[in-house]
């Protein structure tokens, strides 16, 4: 069965700071990967996705992830902190083929941003 | 603006109630998604519809029934629960097309409270 691990249940950051969630999955076949974000009181908003094209993906808000197979990791980052950035934020895998398009959740890290 | 509508927005219950929870998309997506977040937890998977028939049930409790009307709507119906069946509910729809994997899109949610 696949998995993702989320290192850090709660990251902390300084405004301007970089900002680096980590994500690794487990599969024996490289799956598909999401980073998706949770504000309070809402629902969970795609940040970006990996789908087999460029390794290194570029999303929403300034967010960008890079795919690397070797370290069976997809990090989350962003050069610069701001304080709109503090949220849930979920890294998600589904397999490429097979089991009905299942996305299979990290335990989530939560991201603070100080002045 | 969420594409992914979820009414209502807060639903008080008691354990001998029976009530619905809807949702709606017009994105033209033809596979939708039930799924159950605890506080602090990510999403756990319920239910999944493709092309209005039911795909997969996560082996959930017969108190909670799905239904797929149309395309464009999901419904959850409620019926005797339980109070650690409070949680947030969270619906969502995607692109359903055979080997692609398509991100999933999710609405802002049904925040339920069984009494």
């Known amino acids: 069965a696949q998995s993702v691990t989320q290192l850090g249940s709660h990251v902390s950051v300084s405004e301007g700071a970089l900002v680096l969630l980590r994500c690794n999955y487990s599969?024996?076949?490289?799956?598909?990967l999401f980073w998706y974000v949770q504000y309070p009181n809402q629902g969970l908003q795609l940040l970006l996705k990996?789908?087999?094209?460029?390794?290194l993906v570029k999303g929403i808000n300034g967010f960008e992830a890079e795919f690397k197979k070797s370290e069976t990791s997809f990090h989350l980052t962003k050069p610069s902190a701001h304080m709109s950035d503090a949220a849930e934020y979920f890294c998600a895998v589904t397999p490429i083929t097979g089991g009905g398009n299942k996305l299979t959740f990290g335990t989530g890290t939560q991201l603070k941003v100080e002045l | 603006d969420t594409e992914v509508t979820q009414t209502p927005k807060h639903l008080v219950m008691g354990m001998t109630n029976k009530k619905s929870l809807k949702c709606e998309q017009h994105?033209?997506?033809?596979?939708m998604y039930w799924y159950k977040q605890k506080a602090k937890k990510p999403p756990e998977l319920m239910f999944v519809y493709s092309y209005e028939k039911l795909s997969i049930n996560e082996s959930v409790p017969s108190r909670f029934s799905p239904e797929c009307p149309n395309s464009s709507l999901l419904n959850l119906h409620l019926h005797a629960l339980q109070p650690e069946d409070s949680a947030l509910y969270l619906c969502?729809?995607?692109?359903?097309?055979?080997?692609?994997?398509?991100?999933?899109?999710f609405g802002d949610g049904t925040r339920l409270s069984i009494l």
């Open positions: 994105m033209g997506h033809r596979a």
């Open positions: 599969s024996s076949v490289p799956p598909y």
């Open positions: 990996y789908t087999s094209a460029a390794t």
């Open positions: 969502a729809s995607s692109q359903d097309r055979t080997g692609v994997r398509q991100p999933q899109h």
